[in-house]
């Protein structure tokens, strides 16, 4: 949700830059007009003797020396993924370009030091001795060319699927014993998906490999996120807007909640107007592209990433949303599925119901405002949520606490609460932006702290930093972006839509203003938090037939297909966009092919750590082992606002609170990949 606040950890800053663009190091540019003049040769197994024998090519060795590396050159022969070592200019080329190998072959810097290496390990024995990067694990870029169209072999076109790679024994050093782990593949790759649909699986990658392959493999097995057709560095990516500054104004327009809409029929009518012209835009921008983007050309794709990497099945650990890729991909590929974990379980049949992304998913999002932000905020205490900071010299009680957040909403919904920020000047509270807030806190338990202080202040008359944490999660457009020579692109916001609008396109029943206006009262009496993002991440769907009536690849097949190897659904008691009862019903589908574990904790996927819900996974991952019974409960392991204080007390290193607003940007970096279809409203 919201723009991306924080950069994640990459693509690392390059060696030298200023503010306003990069600057190209003379090593990089030496190794681009170098493999300009010389395509790269095939990097044979054994370069080191290549290189000392004394042959009359000198000159030529020479140059290829300089573009060499002590691991050698990249990308290696016959990879299908053409894996480089990471850098900044590391994204694939774009598709007409004719000679798109050469110009990836390029992009290779020879510079171990540029490389993204993984955090170091303890040193290994066995490995190269003597470079600091031995024994760490290595950041790989690819990409993966595959049919735009699986279903018509007379349609050439392709989507190209960028991937990064974790690499957890690093690179072999020329010349190192061919005995040495070092650089090998693992038996078992951990395919990563974030979910959205929009979340980016690199920038999934970049920001957990290293902690998903330590959590379920204890670092055994390599992890590879890629982005879904249609998103972030993939081509072609899904933009519909030139600029991001041009989306965030008519979001002012389209985000007005039911409950400060003074008439609901008319907002609907602007915000369905707006959603007229973004589909348009689509199909101005990107043609018929619109009916290949769908959950099941994703599982294909899936398929064949699974292919590039020599695996017989398919291990994976695929999250909300992807969780509907791999119930799809299970189903579609059932002798293809090893051991595959589905975290933040959605119930992919509902894809195939109109506004059925939205409506299914508003179960819980009430208690965990309830049970969970407030609640849990009681319990701990003041000293930990300054919600619970005594009122008039008595202590809070849940109820209380309640009365006194409806009393906020309500005089909020009257009446939006003027604030001043040095950095964005006069600004306002509004109702909508702070029901989207809460329902984005509500997916990770670690920025209640902030939000609960943020709601303190602002009920005690000082609204400085609730519109503070609003100002950084409204726009996608960042003012104080440093200056880029080249334009930066839109992010790709509007691909999410596509993918649910294809996967409901022929959804039974009436599709009429009047039907939506019923069911956005419905949907926001039943959740006052979850209730508006969802229904407004759902309308566009009214606009899509007229451009794509016939979406390619729909599954639409039973969910309950015989699989090599049941999978591993986790669904969580408090999620607040995929329900445990939508695990439950998927569970009640696959019967024996799958196992639920019902982890009892905070925020969406299993974020909220269990020491159950980890071992558990962890011997399926590595042993491919499961409970004997259907559905396991685990329970969260602490409690939010509480999260390491009982370790800092004992270690006596209880130091100053979080500053609110630096955990809210790290809140939100969290969730950008998650779900870029969660759009705070302003
Ligand atoms: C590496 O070898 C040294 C010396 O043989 C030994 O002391 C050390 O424990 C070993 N480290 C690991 C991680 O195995
Ligand atoms: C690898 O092989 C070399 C020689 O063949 C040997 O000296 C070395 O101990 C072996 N290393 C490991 C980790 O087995
Ligand atoms: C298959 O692709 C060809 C070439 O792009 C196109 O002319 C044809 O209409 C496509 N067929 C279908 C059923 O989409
Ligand atoms: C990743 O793991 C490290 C070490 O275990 C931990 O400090 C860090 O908080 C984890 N990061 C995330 C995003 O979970
Ligand atoms: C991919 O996503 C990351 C994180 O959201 C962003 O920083 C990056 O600019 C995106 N890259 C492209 C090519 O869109
Ligand atoms: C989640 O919602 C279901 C209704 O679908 C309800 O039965 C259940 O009690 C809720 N869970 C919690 C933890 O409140
Ligand atoms: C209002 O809150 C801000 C941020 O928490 C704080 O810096 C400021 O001192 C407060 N203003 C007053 C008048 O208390
Ligand atoms: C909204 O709820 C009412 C009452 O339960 C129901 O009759 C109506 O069909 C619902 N509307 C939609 C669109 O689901
Ligand atoms: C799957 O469920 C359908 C009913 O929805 C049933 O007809 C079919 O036999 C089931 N298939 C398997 C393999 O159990
Ligand atoms: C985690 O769970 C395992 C298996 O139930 C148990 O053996 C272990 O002691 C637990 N560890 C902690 C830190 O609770
Ligand atoms: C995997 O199986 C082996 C052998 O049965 C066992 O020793 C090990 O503890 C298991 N690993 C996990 C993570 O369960």
């Not at 900044?88 to 993204?116: C, G, K, M, V, Y």
């Not at 490999?209 to 982005?227: H, I, M, P, Y």
């Not at 290949?292 to 599982?299: I, N, S």
Request: overall charge negative; proline content about 8%; glycine content about 8%.
């Amino acid at each position: 949700m919201g723009k991306v606040s924080e950069s994640i950890r990459h693509p690392r800053p390059p060696p030298s830059g200023t503010r306003c663009g990069w600057i190209i190091t003379g090593a990089v540019l030496s190794a681009l007009i170098l493999l300009a003049a010389f395509p790269p040769l095939s990097p044979g197994p054994d370069l080191s003797s290549a290189f000392s024998s004394a042959e009359p090519f000198v000159s030529h060795l020479e140059q290829l020396k300089e573009n060499d590396s002590p691991y050698g050159i990249f990308p290696q022969a016959d990879d299908p993924f053409r894996f480089l070592p990471c850098t900044p200019t590391t994204l694939p080329p774009p598709l007409d370009d004719s000679i798109a190998e050469q110009t990836w072959a390029s992009r290779f810097d020879p510079n171990p030091d540029h490389w993204s290496w993984g955090v170091p390990r303890e040193q290994e024995n066995g490995t190269a001795g003597g470079s600091s990067y031995a024994g760490r694990g290595i950041f790989m870029c690819g990409y993966l060319d595959v049919p735009l169209d699986y279903t018509n072999k007379s349609d050439s076109r392709i989507a190209r699927l960028a991937v990064t790679k974790f690499q957890v024994s690093g690179l072999a050093r020329v010349g190192e014993p061919t005995n040495s782990s070092a650089g090998r593949k693992t038996e078992r790759t951990i395919v990563i998906e974030p979910g959205g649909p929009g979340g980016s699986g690199t920038s999934y990658a970049w920001r957990a490999a290293e902690n998903v392959t330590a959590r379920f493999s204890d670092s055994q097995f390599d992890v590879l996120g890629w982005d879904p057709r249609g998103v972030n560095a993939s081509i072609p990516a899904i933009a519909c807007f030139p600029h991001d500054a041009s989306r965030d104004h008519w979001s002012l327009l389209t985000s007005l909640h039911y409950a400060v809409s003074g008439s609901p029929r008319d907002q609907l009518e602007v915000a369905d107007a707006m959603n007229a012209a973004v589909m348009r835009a689509c199909w101005e921008k990107h043609g018929d592209l619109g009916r290949f983007l769908g959950t099941g050309l994703v599982a294909r794709d899936l398929e064949q990433i699974r292919i590039a990497l020599g695996e017989d099945e398919l291990t994976g650990y695929l999250v909300s949303y992807g969780t509907g890729i791999g119930q799809t991909y299970a189903n579609l590929f059932p002798d293809s599925v090893g051991r595959v974990i589905l975290d933040g379980t959605e119930y992919v049949r509902d894809h195939r119901l109109r506004g059925g992304f939205g409506w299914t998913a508003l179960d819980n999002a009430t208690d965990a405002w309830h049970d969970g932000f407030l609640g849990e905020c009681v319990n701990a205490g003041p000293e930990y949520c300054a919600l619970a900071k005594p009122k008039d010299g008595k202590p809070v009680t849940l109820p209380d606490l309640v009365a006194r957040m409806d009393a906020l909403m309500s005089s909020l919904a009257d009446r939006p609460i003027p604030a001043y920020l040095s950095s964005s000047g006069p600004s306002l509270v509004t109702y909508s932006a702070v029901v989207d807030n809460i329902y984005g806190a509500l997916y990770n338990a670690r920025s209640w702290p902030a939000l609960a202080q943020a709601l303190f202040e602002l009920e005690n008359g000082n609204s400085t930093l609730a519109a503070s944490l609003l100002e950084i999660s409204a726009w996608f457009y960042d003012p104080e972006t440093p200056c880029s020579p080249t334009p930066i692109p839109s992010s790709d916001l509007e691909l999410g839509n596509l993918v649910i609008c294809a996967d409901g396109y022929d959804a039974p029943g009436p599709d009429d203003l009047d039907w939506w206006l019923s069911l956005w009262g419905n949907m926001t009496t039943k959740n006052w938090i979850a209730g508006n993002s969802r229904f407004y991440g759902s309308l566009p769907c009214r606009h899509f037939l007229q451009y794509w009536p016939e979406p390619v690849g729909v599954y639409r097949g039973d969910l309950n297909h015989t699989l090599k190897h049941p999978v591993l659904l986790i669904a969580e008691t408090y999620d607040p966009a995929t329900p445990l009862r939508n695990g439950r019903r998927l569970l009640q589908e696959m019967g024996k092919n799958a196992r639920l574990i019902a982890h009892h904790g905070y925020g969406h996927s299993s974020r909220d750590m269990s020491n159950c819900t980890e071992t558990i996974a962890r011997a399926y991952i590595l042993n491919g082992t499961l409970p004997d019974a259907q559905e396991t409960s685990c329970y969260a392991d602490e409690k939010p606002y509480l999260y390491g204080v009982e370790k800092k007390v004992a270690a006596m290193t209880l130091g100053k609170p979080e500053d609110p607003v630096e955990a809210w940007r790290a809140h939100l970096a969290e969730m950008s990949f998650l779900d870029p279809q969660l759009r705070p409203a302003v």
